[in-house]
C-alpha cells in the first residue's frame, strides 16, 4: 500500500525542482520512438474497427468506409474500448517500459481510466481542436500528457492533419497575456498559431508534454485528403500526486502494476461475482466538507449516486446530508452506527481527511457488514481488500495534504478569484 507521510504544503509554494527540471527538458513536447511491433496499437484500433462490421484496411482511409453521420459514434467507442482488459494491459506494459523509461517517471504510476481516441477526417472544419492547455481544461501541473498518431503525419504536407504545439515558456507567457487581455477562442488561435510547430510523427513514435504546452489543430481543417486517427493519454507519478487538479486518482487515473508479475497475477485472479444485497437499506449520504467535495453541487452528487445504482441495480431508500463545517462527519457516522445501513458516497474522497480516523469507520463497517458504494470512482469496501484499493487511492493523491481543493499552487489570477469568492 502506498504511504506517503508529507507535510502540509502552502498554496503559493514553488513548484518542486525535480518536477520543474522534468517539465523544461524530457517532457517539453519532445517526440519519442517505440517499437510498434511491439506495441500494435494503430493494429488493435483497426481491428476494433472491423469488428464494428466496416471493411477498413488502413486508417487513413477511414473516411471513405464509414459514412461521416457515423464516424463520431465510431470513436466513442473506441475510447470505451480502451478500458477493455487486452488493451489495458498492453498499455500498462507500454507505460512501464517506453513511457516511464524515456520519461524518467517514478513509479507508483497512474494512468487514464479511458483514452482520448481522435478521428480528424479530411475537410472537416467542425473537428478542429482549438488551442488550449491542459491547465485550463482543470488538469495538473505534475500531469503528463502523450499524444500518438496511428496515422503517418510526418511530412511537411500533413501539418493540417497532425497536431501543433508551442514549448512551454512560450506558452507560459502566452496564456498569460490571453488571460490578462481577455482573449477569444479567435484570438488564441491566430496568437498561438503563429508561435506552433508540427508535432512530425506516425506509427512508432509519440510526443510527450505537458498541461502547461499550448497544443491543438491549429487553425484550419485538415487539407491532406486522409484521415488522422490518433490517441492520447495522461500519466501521473504519486510523488506529485497532489498535483492533479481536478483530475483525481480513481475516478480519472487508475494506478497501474509495477512490474509484469504482479500483472500476470491480477489477469490469472480467480473472477467472481459479488453480490450488494446484505438484506440492508443502502442511504444516499451528500458531502461537501471535504477539499474535494466542497464545490460539487449537491444536485450533481444526487445524480452520480442515481446513475451509479441504476447501474448496479441497487435500491435507495433515503438521503441525508452532511452537518457543514463539521470535518468529523457525524452524518456519516450515524448511518452506519445507529442506522446500521449501506451508504452510497458520492467519491472516496468524501471520505475523512485523517488517514486515523477513516481506520477506525472502516472498521466499524466492516465489524457491522455493511458495504460502501462510491459512484464517481465505482469502487466498493465490503473486506479489508477493498479498504487497501481505497487507501492506495487516497495516498496517491496525498488526501488531506493537498496544497489546495484545485491541486496546484495558484496563479495570481486564481489566488485573486479565490480571495473574491471568499469576501
Known amino acids: 500500500m502506498l504511504d506517503h507521510p508529507v507535510a502540509t504544503k502552502a498554496a503559493d509554494q514553488p513548484v518542486d525542482a525535480e518536477l520543474e527540471k522534468s517539465l523544461l527538458t524530457t517532457w517539453d513536447a519532445k517526440v519519442i520512438t517505440y517499437d510498434n511491433d511491439t506495441y500494435p496499437f494503430n493494429k488493435w484500433l483497426l481491428k476494433r474497427i472491423q469488428g464494428m462490421g466496416y471493411s477498413l484496411t488502413d486508417l487513413k482511409l477511414l473516411h471513405e468506409v464509414i459514412p461521416k453521420a457515423e464516424v463520431y459514434k465510431v470513436g466513442k467507442q473506441l475510447c470505451a474500448d480502451t478500458n477493455l482488459p487486452e488493451f489495458r494491459r498492453l498499455l500498462n506494459k507500454f507505460v512501464r517500459e517506453v513511457v516511464a523509461v ?54 511537411d504536407a500533413d501539418r493540417s492533419a497532425s497536431m501543433q504545439i508551442l514549448g512551454i515558456e512560450k506558452s507560459r507567457k502566452l496564456v498569460k497575456q490571453a488571460v490578462d487581455e481577455r482573449f477569444t477562442v479567435e484570438q488564441m488561435s491566430e496568437t498561438f498559431g503563429v508561435e506552433s510547430w508540427q508535432i512530425k510523427a506516425g506509427p512508432g513514435s509519440l510526443c510527450l508534454f505537458t498541461q502547461e504546452n499550448i497544443h491543438g489543430s491549429g487553425s484550419m481543417p485538415n487539407m491532406t485528403g486522409k484521415t488522422r486517427v490518433s490517441m ?9 500526486g497532489d498535483l492533479l487538479a481536478r483530475k483525481i486518482p480513481a475516478g480519472y487515473f487508475h494506478v497501474i502494476p509495477e512490474t509484469e508479475d504482479e500483472e500476470e ?32 453541487p449537491v444536485h450533481l452528487q444526487r445524480y452520480a449516486l442515481y446513475e451509479y445504482c441504476k447501474k448496479k441495480d441497487l435500491n435507495y431508500h433515503f438521503e441525508l446530508f452532511e452537518l457543514e463545517d463539521m470535518n468529523h462527519l457525524p ?39 455493511l458495504f460502501l458504494h462510491f459512484a464517481n470512482e465505482d469502487l466498493q469496501v465490503a473486506d479489508e481488500a477493498d479498504v487497501q484499493t481505497i487507501e492506495k487511492y487516497l495516498s496517491f493523491a496525498k488526501f488531506g495534504y493537498s496544497r489546495m481543493p484545485i491541486g496546484l499552487p495558484l496563479s495570481q489570477h486564481s489566488k485573486a478569484m479565490f480571495t473574491h469568492w471568499t469576501e
Open 102 to 155: 524515456k520519461g524518467k517517471l517514478t513509479f507508483p504510476i497512474a494512468v487514464q481510466r479511458f483514452m482520448n481516441v481522435r478521428i480528424m477526417l479530411p475537410d472537416a472544419p467542425e473537428s478542429i481542436f482549438p488551442f488550449h492547455t491542459g491547465l485550463l481544461y482543470g488538469h495538473g501541473i505534475a500531469s503528463r500528457s502523450l499524444w500518438m498518431p496511428f496515422t503517418d503525419v510526418s511530412s
Open 232 to 240: 492520447d493519454f495522461r500519466v501521473a507519478e504519486a510523488e506529485y
Open 265 to 296: 497475477a491480477i489477469a490469472h485472479a480467480p473472477k467472481t461475482g459479488r453480490s450488494w444485497d446484505n438484506q440492508k437499506q443502502n442511504i444516499f449520504y451528500i458531502n461537501n466538507n471535504t477539499s474535494s467535495t466542497y464545490g460539487v
Open 331 to 369: 452524518t456519516l457516522w450515524h448511518i452506519v452506527e445507529k442506522r446500521n445501513t449501506n451508504v452510497v458516497l458520492y467519491s472516496i474522497f468524501a471520505l475523512s481527511e485523517d488517514k486515523a480516523e477513516r481506520r477506525r469507520f472502516f472498521d466499524r463497517v466492516l465489524e457491522n457488514g
